[in-house]
Every structure is written in C-alpha cells, then in structure tokens.
C-alpha cells in the first residue's frame, strides 16, 4: 500500500484532500496531513512517504523548498503540487525539481486528484521494474563471477593445474586471507537414513548461508563431506569462525567442523589449503570443533596397530579390545594422521578375515571403518565389524532359504513403502544382520536402502500428480512423506521443477488433445 502525505495551510484543502477520495479502497493511505512544509518534512525524516501532495505558497517553508529537501532524502519520492492561478512560475520551477503534476485548487475534483495519484504510482510501478531488472543483471553476473572463482580455484587446489588465471578470483585474495576447510558431520549415517539427495540438499543450505554471510567469500565441495572457503582476513577471526559455523549449522540442519589456516597472497593459496585440510583432522582426535594450524608429531612405529597382534589363531575378543584401548590411548591426542589409523585398523581386519570372509563384505568394512570419525568411533567399530565379519561366515555357510533376501526385501518394501519404514526393519524381515543385508542390497540393486525407497515414493507422487486432483501435502502423505516441504526439494532434487509445475505440465498435452 503506497503511502500518501498531504501539506497545506488551508485546513480546508487540507480536509478536502483527504475526504473526496476513499484512500484506503483505491489502496493508498494517509500516513499524515501538516500546515506547513517544515512539519512534514520533519515527520519524513523517520516517516517516509511515497507520494507527496504539496501546496506550493505556505508560511515557515513554502512547497518548493519542501519539495528540494524531501527528494534528498528519497529520491524514489513523486511529488503533486496544488497550486492557484497566479502560481505557474512556481509550477515551472516545481516541474524541474522532477516534480510529477500539479493540480489547480479552484477546479479541484476527487477524479482528477486520483487520475494524477495513479500516474504517480505508475511511474513508481515502471521504477520497480526497471530496478529489480537491473538487480537480476548485477544477480546473475555476479553469480557468474562467483562461479568462475569457485571453478578455477578447485582445479587449481584439487585437479592437476598449476596456474591460477589472473580473474579466476577475487581481487582480495592478493591480500591477508583465512583459509577454511569445513567437515560435515555424520554424512554416511545421514545418507543410509535419509538418502543421497538429503546431503545435496543440506551441502546447498550451507553454501547459500555462507554467500547470504560473506558476499566476498568463496566457497566450493570437495567431497562429499567437505567443503574448503577463503575469506578476507578480519582482526578476530575466530568470533567470525564461530558465528559462521553457527549460522552454517542452524540452515543445513547439520554439525559441522571447521580447520583454518592464514595466507597472505595467491602464491600461498594451495599452501594454505593443505594446512586447513591438516587442521581440520584434529576434529577426529578431539571432537566437533574450529581447529587453527597445527603440526602433528611423527607417529611411532612400534605402536602400529598390526604390529601389536598376535598370531590369529591365539587371538581371543578379550585380548584384541586390550590391544584396540592401548593403541587408542597412545594416540588419541594425535601424532598420525586419521588416514594412517583408519589403515592400520583396516589391515587387521584383512589380516583376520582375508581367507574366510566375502571380499565384497570386507570391503564394505574397510569403508564403515573409513567413515568413522573420531578415533573412538574408529575403535569401536573395528570391534564391531570383527563381530559383523565372522557372523557374515555363518549366515554365507547356512543359506538354507532358496529365495534370495534381497528379493524378499524389494518385494516388503514394495508392500510398504508408503508407510515408516528402516533399514532394520526390513533387514529383521529377512533374517539376516543389518550389516549384511546392506551390502548385499546395494550389491544387487545399486542403490542403498534409503534412496531406493525415495525412488518408490517419488514415482508414486508423480503418478498422483498426474492422475488425480489431490493437494500437493496430500499427495506427499500418500506416497510416504511426513514433510511436505522436504517433500517438495526432494522432488525438485529428482525432477527439476517443483511439485505444482510437474502437474501443469503433465495436463498440457491432456489439454491441447481435447
């Protein structure tokens, strides 16, 4: 609603104004009436208006100065001068200032007064639409050079490239700058309950964040779990830190942690990447956290994981967690790199099941232990699969169901894919270990369990969509979604366009048949 303020000494032209036209039906309102051009102007100054109707000869400050001033302080302001006969000069002068009409006061009449508002709110419409246009060039070219940045710097710090082309990024970057690496959280859990698409959505809430934080910033993936931003050097950046991570967090729903490491111009850029990287690693020692550079001591030799084993055919459960909690203790305050101790546990588990187990699930092992992340969650589920990998033998050894669990699966979750349902459930229906059933599903089909029951729920909405009249939080209810928003990414995610344009699309060629 376009607000309208209205200045005049004659109390008379004043109420005039105000009572011929019924504001608030045309869509307007009065936000005040004053005597003289000093008082509105002063009510402007925390009271802004859109359009101005103005005597011109009034006592204190007359219409033409009130007219001057009011523009410098919004320029966007359209002015209406009420004049007399005898005013025209100063109508001329009004009309150089910008100003938009003038109306006479002895042939005043409600039709003409509202005929020359609505010219006034045409003209503010046209200005909105040439501004916004204006926004979405400077948008999208600023969004091209954001990706030119993000493009370049990633080939130069992930790929082969050895150079960094003069507007690949940004001009800042000659300066004092804070590189960051950023881990997320829990993504393969994430993945197996909420599926991939999940994690694409959550890794764009946390870019979008950080550009709606940091305009300057550059940020790019790399990984699945990591993301790598620079930003200008602040004078505190770790209170910048903290409030980003916060912020990243609150959008995507996700924890993150972040490892950051100082540069002073673009030879030290990819210098600065591998430290943040470096730094970012002690989360796995020390938990969820903002990690500054830091150099780890060498790692010992004789406390290498396999090295402590007896021979197998000695070792009990009691003896491997006592060697597990005396290797945990002596580097749990770090000394190797996380990648070196995922290693060392995953050469114990080849060293202990490589002639009995499936080489697909002892693959599938060496990932979960991969995905830990912390030294304790390392540990614990090394114990873990020791118990996983030797329960996978005698399930393998017993196979006296002909029907494989696989297709029992897809034919359960075929029946009840609209309804709650996990990975354990359907895992208990077949009889076999969560563990187990995991691989040889995502063996067989391709797919985890999680996206494949996604896959389902979107064909089913889709074929809701176009068959039937329902509303789009009905159709997500009946096709397995609790979150209709959630609902709706997802389904863009999968389709590309939004839930209600997927359905106008599918009637168009419906329509254009009849």
């Known amino acids: 609603m376009l607000r309208i303020m209205i200045v005049d000494d004659e109390p008379v032209i004043r109420f005039g104004i105000k009572a011929s036209v019924d504001w608030n039906q045309e869509g307007y309102q009065v936000t005040g009436d004053f005597a003289n051009g000093a008082e509105a102007l002063e009510m402007m100054k925390s009271e802004p208006c859109d359009i101005l109707i103005t005597d011109i000869k009034m006592p204190v400050m007359d219409g033409l100065e009130l007219t001057r001033r009011a523009l410098e302080l919004n320029p966007q302001l359209k002015v209406i001068l009420v004049s007399s006969y005898n005013d025209f000069d100063y109508v001329r002068e ?9 109306i006479l006061k002895p042939t005043l009449q409600p039709e003409e007064l509202l005929q020359v508002v609505k010219k006034c709110e045409e003209e503010i419409r046209k200005e909105l639409q040439v501004e ?3 926004m979405g060039i400077k948008a999208s ?3 091209r050079k954001r990706k030119r940045c993000e493009q370049g710097l990633k080939r130069f710090l992930t790929g082969d490239s050895q150079d960094l082309p003069e507007g690949s990024y940004p001009a800042w970057l000659h300066e004092a700058y804070t590189a960051v690496h950023v881990l997320l959280h829990r993504m393969p859990a994430m993945e197996e309950m909420y599926g991939y698409l999940h994690l694409s959505i959550a890794r764009d809430a946390l870019v979008e964040r950080f550009y709606g934080l940091v305009p300057k910033g550059v940020i790019f993936s790399v990984s699945e779990k ?3 931003f620079l930003i200008p050097r602040s004078g505190h950046v770790e209170i910048e830190l903290a409030g980003l991570q916060g912020e990243m967090e609150k959008a995507a729903g996700i924890d993150v942690s972040f490892g950051y490491a100082y540069g002073e111009g673009i030879r030290t850029v990819k210098e600065s990447f591998q430290r943040s990287a470096a730094a970012c690693q002690m989360m796995f020692f ?4 903002i990690y500054a ?3 780890a001591a060498a ?3 004789e406390c290498d994981l396999p090295n402590l084993l007896p021979p197998i ?4 459960d009691e003896q491997l967690q006592t060697i597990v909690d005396r290797w945990r203790e002596r580097w749990k305050y770090g000394g190797k790199s996380p990648r070196v101790l995922k290693e060392e546990a995953c050469r114990v588990l080849s060293v202990m099941f490589k002639q009995t187990a499936d080489p697909y699930a002892l693959v599938e092992s060496f990932d979960l232990l991969f995905q830990s992340e912390s030294l304790d969650e390392l540990c614990a589920r090394l114990m873990e699969q020791v118990d996983e990998l030797r329960k996978h033998g005698w399930e393998k050894a017993a196979e006296i169901d002909s029907k494989s669990p696989v297709a029992q699966a897809i034919e359960y979750i075929r029946s009840h894919y609209t309804e709650t349902i996990t990975l354990q459930q359907v895992a208990d229906h077949v009889h076999v270990s969560k563990n187990y059933f995991s691989i040889l599903f995502k063996q067989t089909t391709g797919q985890n369990f999680i996206d494949y029951l996604i896959n389902l729920r979107i064909e089913r909405a889709k074929e809701l969509l176009m068959t039937t009249e329902l509303k789009v939080y009905e159709v997500a209810e009946q096709s397995g979604f609790n979150d209709t928003k959630y609902f709706s990414k997802l389904f863009k995610k999968v389709t590309g366009v939004s839930p209600v344009d997927y359905r106008e699309a599918a009637s168009k060629p419906a329509a254009r048949g009849e």
Do not use: P, Q
């Open 313 to 316: 055919t000695e070792l009990h």
């Open 293 to 295: 550079d830091r150099t």
């Open 94 to 102: 009004g009309l150089k200032l910008g100003v938009v009409d003038y």
């Open 132 to 134: 916004h246009a204006l």
């Open 226 to 228: 990591e993301l790598f």
């Open 299 to 301: 790692g010992e030799a």
């Open 141 to 143: 070219e600023m969004e």
């Open 286 to 289: 020390r938990g969820k956290g």
